[in-house]
């Protein structure tokens, strides 16, 4: 009689003879949300990041850290982009 075989999972036969089962479970990679300035998604300066988690303390996702000069380029790109969208609102 067949064997019901999990999806994602494979059957290796041992030197002794034995089946077993082994995963093919894929990592999970967590996704990495950058900084927005201008219509763009530029690089921060530093490149570094910090671990947003839940109230479960379950991670989430990664959240880049922006430097004093990435602040002062959105500011920058958010003054000259007010008067245009000033009048749209």
Aim: include cysteine; hydrophobic fraction near 35%; proline fraction near 2%.
């Amino acid at each position: 009689m067949a064997k019901a075989i999990e999806k994602n999972s494979t059957i290796t036969i041992s030197e002794d003879g034995i089946e077993q089962p082994v995963s093919n479970k894929r990592v999970e990679v967590l996704k990495t949300y950058k900084i927005y300035i201008g219509g763009q998604f530029p690089r921060t300066e530093s490149g570094r990041y910090y671990v947003a988690t839940n109230s479960k303390g379950e991670q989430l996702a990664n959240v880049c850290l922006s430097s004093r000069k990435d602040f002062r380029d959105a500011v920058v790109a958010a003054r000259s982009a007010f008067k245009g969208w000033s009048k749209r609102a």
